[in-house]
């Protein structure tokens, strides 16, 4: 397996918490790429101990991620199933969470931001949220290939790093028209003090039916959907971190009252949020405590680029 931790960070991994048989790293991409990459990460487990494991993932920013496990790997997302995973998959922006079923074995994720996800594929997010596809089907064929070989070879996750920021860096090179509005909408929709996504973007000198254009495109949703989604995510975290001992009073304050959280889980995350607490995901809960000692952040949806 690949050893948990990170290039990055003197973080002990033993503080991640993970599950026997298992283990995470994270890692900063090159400073060329801050703003344009979030993280790059890498899931591994043992097969001979963990067989048809599942776990859930939070709805999230759009992503890459790359199978190097010898098992298929089981995902279903809303109404679809996908089974197997393409081994070179595009993840897009999510509104609901994933349940997958794994039988141990490598995965390299690539959290990308909205910048990056115009700079690498200057395509409509729009149309691939809550959808995953074959990376093949965005980007060159041939590049792909040489992504996954090159992965291969690892070195137990210590050369990951590096072949990511080799690979990435000659796309990304070309800034896109609208990044300095994204970079705007990015820093609003992580201040918890907005109410209005539009009201704010106003403030800042984006008019409404810009704003609405560029949320679809580049971030794959409308503007309120993702300050929903983004006010679910810091609370259903809080109260996964608080473990039940705050009843709901870990939740974000733009929620009125107990029954608006309700609602908005509902919409999230399909079930009530006893309900997703109550679900067993010790490899989320490490998955969130590695990220934050690393990045400073739990996920993806929720960093704030330095």
Not at 97 to 121: D, H, Q, W, Y
Not at 166 to 194: N, Y
């Amino acid at each position: 397996m690949i050893e948990s931790g990170s290039l990055s960070s003197s973080v002990d991994p033993l503080r991640f918490g993970l599950p026997p048989h298992t283990a995470v790293r994270y890692e900063r991409p090159d400073p060329a790429l801050e703003g344009l990459i979030a993280d790059y990460h890498m899931l591994d487990s043992e097969p001979s101990a963990v067989q048809n494991a599942v776990e859930w993932l939070l709805p999230n920013s759009a992503a890459i991620r790359v199978i190097l496990a010898e098992q298929p790997i089981k995902l279903t997302l809303a109404e679809t199933h996908y089974d197997p995973l393409p081994v070179a998959a595009f993840f897009g922006t999510t509104s609901r969470p994933m349940k997958m079923e794994v039988s141990g074995g490598l995965t390299v994720g690539i959290n990308l931001t909205a910048c990056g996800f115009a700079r690498l594929l200057r395509t409509n997010a729009a149309k691939l949220r809550d959808r995953i596809v074959p990376l093949s089907t965005l980007l060159a064929p041939e590049l792909v290939e040489q992504l996954v070989s090159s992965l291969r070879d690892h070195d137990r996750g210590r050369r990951i790093k590096a072949i990511l920021d080799g690979f990435f860096q000659p796309l990304m090179k070309k800034p896109h028209r609208d990044e300095p509005d994204l970079i705007r909408i990015s820093a609003l929709l992580l201040d918890d003090r907005v109410d209005s996504l539009t009201d704010a973007a106003e403030q800042v000198g984006i008019p409404s039916h810009r704003l609405l254009r560029l949320s679809q495109r580049h971030f794959g949703f409308p503007p309120k959907t993702l300050l929903m989604r983004g006010r679910l995510l810091r609370s259903i975290i809080a109260l996964k971190q608080a473990d039940g001992r705050t009843g709901y009073g870990a939740i974000d304050h733009a929620y009125c009252d107990d029954s608006h959280f309700v609602r908005d889980a509902k919409r999230f995350l399909g079930m009530t949020p006893r309900q997703f607490l109550q679900l067993e995901t010790p490899y989320l809960d490490a998955v969130l405590r590695a990220r934050t000692m690393v990045l400073g952040s739990t996920m993806a949806a929720l960093h704030q680029p330095d």
